[in-house]
Nanobody
Framework: QVQLVESGGGLVQPGGSLRLSCAAS????????MAWYRQAPGKQRELVAS???????NYADSVKGRFTISRDNAKNTVYLQMNKLKPEDTFVYYC??????????????WGQGTQVTVSS
């Protein structure tokens, strides 16, 4: 089994910062791409940022210059540093990881989601 556990969400004022973390645990051989998605109620989940095992990153246009994704491969953990937050960044944020396990085809795994609310 694999678990992705997220932390770091909460309520923040516009212009503030938050740092999300997501740690993967279980019978993991390796993790390739790790990513953060976000979703509003009744809407499709959208990609916020992704990072490969080699450190190449990709960002949604709406967060470029404000959010930074990083990872610690030794800890199987991905981070999302969110600065200059806006009310329109209010979503549930989910981490995602493409994971290789012993005896199992590689697959995408998801965290449980963490609420980020930007409001004064």
């Amino acid at each position: 089994q694999v678990q992705l556990v997220e932390s770091g969400g909460g309520l923040v004022q516009p212009g503030g910062s938050l740092r999300l973390s997501c740690a993967a645990s279980g019978s993991i051989i390796s993790i390739s791409t790790m990513a953060w998605y976000r979703q509003a109620p009744g809407k499709q989940r959208e990609l916020v940022a992704s990072i490969t095992s080699g450190g190449s990153t990709n960002y949604a246009d709406s967060v470029k210059g404000r959010f930074t994704i990083s990872r610690d491969n030794a800890k199987n953990t991905v981070y999302l540093q969110m600065n200059k937050l806006k009310p329109e960044d209010t979503f549930v944020y989910y981490c995602n990881a493409h994971i290789w396990r012993v005896g199992v085809l590689p697959a995408d795994y998801w965290g449980q989601g963490t609420q980020v609310t930007v409001s004064s």
